[in-house]
């Protein structure tokens, strides 16, 4: 497939700033949408100890050309030091879904 899709999952701790960043990428088109999922619950190691804490996800849906800007995006405007930006590939998809999903995003 020449142009395949990805689902991106970002988490956060402030869903308004998820929201917020969501809204960006849609509309700078690096993404054709997000669904976000409020109320997760995250269980982590992290710096020796094991974290239990809300968060906030969203599944991004976009081409997998874009996923290194989704990144460095994530990077320069996440709150966390490394938060979870995890790209997954689409197997399958209503055609008329993935041709929506690229022509919403920048090619």
């Not at 308004?16 to 993404?31: G, H, P």
């Not at 094991?50 to 849906?61: K, R």
């Not at 050309?65 to 930006?85: F, G, W, Y």
Request: proline share 5%.
């Amino acid at each position: 497939m020449a142009d395949e899709i990805v689902d991106v999952s970002i988490t956060a701790a402030d869903a308004d700033w998820l929201a917020a960043f969501t809204r960006s990428l849609v509309e700078s088109r690096l993404a054709a949408c997000g669904n976000i999922i409020p109320g997760v619950r995250s269980i982590y190691r992290w710096d020796d100890a094991v974290h239990d804490d809300g968060e906030t996800l969203v599944v991004l849906h976009t081409r997998k050309s874009l996923v290194p800007a989704i990144i460095e995006r994530a990077n320069t405007e996440h709150p966390d030091d490394t938060p979870q930006v995890l790209a997954v590939a689409v197997v399958g998809a209503h055609p008329g879904y993935q041709q929506w999903v690229l022509d919403q995003t920048v090619s």
